[in-house]
C-alpha cells in the first residue's frame, strides 16, 4: 500500500513507461535508412486513402514494412502485409479524429509535461536541455524530435486518454467475477477416440501429376528465400587513451553543476496508516469507505492517537494498529523520505516537523489518517570542491575517453559507409576482425549474428552496398552488405522430396478427417465403445481438467471447446482437430468450480477479466468508428493506387 502512497501518479507512470517503450521500439525498427532500395521515387508519396482530413500516404505503409522485416517477416510477404498496414493507418486516423472530436487529444503543452515526467534528467537546473534531449531522440530512436513527438502523442492519444474514456465506466460486479470463477475452475472429464493423419501415410498414392498439382497450388511454400553477403565488422572499445583536466576546468564545471553537489533536505520518519479507503475497489473514486465507516475510522486513529502523545512505544503502536503492510511489520519505519516521493498533504506536514516531535493532530490524505513522528532531518547542503574535486576530476575523464571511442567508431563507420568494397581494408587498418557470410537468408541466419533481435533484420532488409550496425556485450558490430541475390520461385524438381513429404502429410490428413467423421457417426448413433471396436481403435479416458489444462493426445483442452464443460454426460461430439489428429469424445463426467477457492483468486480473476472486457469493448469502438467514418463517406480509397503500390512491393 505505501508503495501505492508514495506516489499517486504510480499507475499513470507506469503506463506512460510502457507505451514510451513500445514508441521506442516502434522507431528504432521503422527508420532504417533506404530498408526498400526499389522503393519508386516517381510516386512522389501518393495519396492512398483519405481518412476524413488526414492522409494514409505510401511512405507511411513503407515504414511499416520496414517494422515487419524488423520481426522477420518473409519478404514474399512484404505484399500482403502492405494491405494490412493501410488498414491499421486508416484506424489510427479515425481514431485520432474521434479523439479530436471528443476532446482527449492532448495540447503540445500537455505532451511537454508528459514528457518532462518521464524524462526528468532533461531538466538539470530547471532548465530544460534542448540539445541533450535531441542527442538522446537521435541516438536512441534513430528520428527527429517532431517524428518522435508525433508518434508519442498518437500513442499518447489512443492507448491512454481515447481508451480511458472509452473503458473507464466498466467494472466487474460480484456476480461477473464469480462467473467468470466457475468458468476459469469447472472441471470435465472425456473419453475420446483418436484418428491420427500418420496411420493414413501408407494409403496415400503419389503421382508425378497429383504432385504438379499440389505444387502449383502451394507454390507460395516453395520460393527460395533471398540471399545475402554480408562482411561484419566487430569494433571492440578503443583503447583508454590519456586524458587531462586542468583545475580550472575542474571549477568551472563545479560552478556549473553546483545543484549536483547538494545533499537534498530529507527527513527520516515513521508512520501509522488508518486507511479509509477499499484496496481491492476497481475504481479508484469509488473506493472511499461510506462516511459512517470513515468516521469510526477517525475515531479509532485519535484514540491511538492520545497514546503516543502520552508516550507509549509509536513502533509498537504501529505494529498494531498501522494498515500500511509495507511498513507495519517494521514499526512504520519509513526510512529516509525526500521531496517530491509523498502525496502533497504528508509531505506537508513531515517537513515541517522538528527531530523527534509527533505530529499534533491526524494527517488526512486520499488514503487515510496518518500518525506522523519524525526521528531525523538533514537540511540541505552544498559540499565544498575539496569534497568533490576527485569525482569531477575522474569525471570529466570518462567523459573525453568515451568521446575519443565514440570518435573512433564514427571514422569506422562512415568509412565503410561511404565504401562497403573497402571492408576488409578498413578492418585491416584498425586491427578489427573480420567475418564474411555468404548466401544467409531470414530463415537460417549464422547463429552468432543474432545478438539483438533487430540486427538480422536490418541485414536482411537494407539494399547492397549500404552498411547497418548493432550494439551488444559491450561491443559494436558493422554489417557491411556486399550482394543481394534476389528471391524466387523455386523449381519442382528443386524442392521434389520435401514437396512429396508435404503431400502425403497434407492427403493423410484428408483421409484422417474423413475416417473421424464416419468414426463420429457410428458413435453418436451408438456408442463410443462400439464405434472404437468398428474401426478398430482405442478409447482413451482423460484425468479431470480445466479449460486452462493439456489433455494428453489433444493438447490444450482449448481444442474441445466449451461442449465438455456445457453439453451433458453422455454426449458424443466431434470431430475436432487435434493437431495432425482428429478426436471423437464423449463427456465422462463434469464437476463444479470448488468456491472455496474463490477469495484466493477473486482479486486477480477481477483484474484479468477486467482486462478482457476493456479490451472488448475498445474493439468495438474502433469498429464502430470506422463503419461510421466509411457510411459518413469519410474514408475514400484510391485503390488503382494501392494495387500499384503492392505490385512494386511484390516485384522488390
Known amino acids: 500500500m505505501f508503495d501505492l502512497f508514495r506516489s499517486q501518479r504510480k499507475v499513470v507512470k507506469w503506463t506512460l513507461g510502457a507505451v514510451l517503450s513500445l514508441v521506442a521500439l516502434s522507431m528504432v525498427v521503422t527508420l532504417i535508412p533506404n530498408v526498400f532500395s526499389s522503393q519508386p521515387t516517381d510516386l512522389n508519396d501518393p495519396v492512398l486513402v483519405q481518412v476524413g482530413d488526414e492522409a494514409v ?3 507511411e505503409v513503407y515504414q511499416g ?56 534528467f532533461l531538466w538539470q537546473g530547471g532548465q530544460f536541455n534542448s540539445a541533450q534531449y535531441q542527442q538522446l531522440i537521435m541516438q536512441r530512436f534513430q528520428m527527429s524530435v517532431p517524428q518522435f513527438e508525433s508518434d508519442l502523442l498518437k500513442d499518447l492519444t489512443i492507448e491512454l486518454r481515447l481508451r480511458r474514456l472509452v473503458t473507464g465506466n466498466i467494472v466487474m460486479t460480484e456476480q461477473d467475477i464469480k ?77 556549473q553543476n553546483r545543484y549536483r553537489f547538494e545533499t537534498p533536505e530529507r527527513v527520516m520518519a515513521r508512520h501509522i496508516l488508518f486507511m479509509t ?34 508516550g507509549e512505544d509509536f513502533a509498537k503502536l504501529a505494529e498494531e494498529y498501522s494498515d500500511d503492510p509495507g511498513t507495519k511489520n517494521n514499526g512504520g519505519d519509513l526510512g529516509w523520505v525526500y521531496r517530491g516521493q509523498m502525496t502533497p498533504k504528508f509531505e506537508e506536514a513531515v517537513f515541517s ?9 491526524l494527517v488526512k490524505t486520499e488514503f487515510g489518517y496518518h500518525i506522523i513522528k519524525v526521528e531525523k532531518k538533514d537540511r540541505p547542503q552544498l559540499k565544498s570542491l575539496d569534497e568533490v574535486h576527485d569525482e569531477i576530476v575522474a569525471d570529466l575523464k570518462a567523459e573525453r575517453v568515451e568521446v575519443a571511442k565514440m570518435d573512433r567508431l564514427d571514422k569506422i563507420v562512415s568509412e565503410i559507409r561511404n565504401d562497403v568494397t573497402k571492408a576488409d581494408q578498413i578492418a585491416q587498418e584498425y586491427e578489427l576482425p573480420i567475418m564474411t557470410y555468404a548466401n544467409i537468408d531470414q530463415q537460417a541466419p549464422p547463429p552468432d549474428l543474432t545478438r539483438t533481435p533487430t540486427f538480422i533484420g536490418n541485414i536482411m532488409s537494407a539494399p547492397a552496398g549500404t552498411a547497418v550496425t548493432n550494439t551488444a556485450e559491450g561491443s559494436i558490430q558493422i554489417a557491411a552488405i556486399m550482394e543481394v541475390v534476389p528471391s524466387r520461385d523455386a523449381t519442382i524438381e528443386e524442392v521434389k522430396d520435401r514437396l512429396q513429404q508435404d503431400y502425403i502429410q497434407a492427403q493423410s490428413r484428408t483421409l484422417a478427417e474423413a475416417r473421424a467423421k464416419e468414426v463420429a457417426e457410428a ?64 463427456v465422462a463426467a463434469q464437476e463444479p468450480a470448488d468456491m472455496a477457492l474463490y477469495p484466493e483468486q477473486k482479486t486477480e480473476i ?20 470506422r463503419q461510421r467514418f466509411e457510411k459518413e463517406g469519410k474514408i475514400k480509397r484510391y485503390d488503382d493506387r494501392i494495387n500499384q503500390l503492392v505490385q512494386q512491393i511484390r516485384r522488390t
Open 523 to 586: 458413435a453418436k448413433s451408438g456408442d463410443l465403445q462400439s464405434a472404437a471396436k468398428q474401426f478398430g481403435l482405442k478409447v482413451q479416458t482423460s484425468s479431470m481438467f480445466t479449460r486452462r489444462d493439456n489433455i494428453e493426445g489433444l493438447s490444450s483442452a482449448q481444442t474441445l471447446g466449451d461442449t465438455p464443460f456445457n453439453a451433458a454426460v453422455g454426449t458424443v461430439f466431434g470431430p475436432v482437430s487435434a493437431g495432425e489428429a482428429f478426436a471423437v469424445a464423449k
Open 353 to 361: 516537523m522538528e527531530p523527534g516531535a509527533v505530529s499534533q493532530d
Open 277 to 310: 479507503i477499499d484496496p481491492e475497489a476497481a475504481n479508484p473514486e469509488t473506493a472511499e469507505l461510506p462516511a459512517e465507516k470513515v468516521k469510526e475510522i477517525e475515531a479509532k486513529a485519535r484514540e491511538v492517537l492520545a497514546k503516543v502523545k502520552a
Open 65 to 120: 514494412l520496414r517494422e515487419y522485416a524488423q520481426a522477420g517477416t518473409p519478404p514474399e510477404s512484404m505484399a500482403f502485409m502492405a494491405r494490412q498496414i493501410v488498414d491499421n493507418l486508416i484506424e489510427e486516423k479515425v481514431l485520432m479524429q474521434e479523439a479530436s472530436d471528443l476532446g482527449v487529444r492532448p495540447t503540445d503543452a500537455e505532451l511537454a509535461q508528459w514528457i518532462k515526467e518521464q524524462m526528468p
Open 57 to 59: 500516404k505510401a511512405s
Open 179 to 255: 462467473d467468470a470463477f466457475e468458468a476459469r475452475n469447472q472441471k470435465a472429464q472425456v473419453d475420446y477416440l483418436l484418428i491420427k493423419a500418420a496411420d493414413f501415410r501408407n494409403d496415400v498414392k503419389v503421382t508425378d501429376e497429383a504432385l504438379a498439382a499440389f505444387f502449383e497450388q502451394q507454390k507460395f511454400r516453395y520460393r527460395i528465400p533471398e540471399k545475402r553477403t554480408v562482411k561484419v565488422i566487430d569494433v571492440t572499445p578503443a583503447k583508454d587513451v590519456d586524458v587531462s583536466v586542468s583545475e580550472a576546468e575542474v571549477r568551472a564545471f563545479y560552478e
Open 606 to 625: 477481477r483484474e484479468t477479466y477486467l482486462q478482457g472486457k476493456q479490451d472488448e469493448a475498445f474493439n468495438i469502438f474502433r469498429t464502430e468508428a
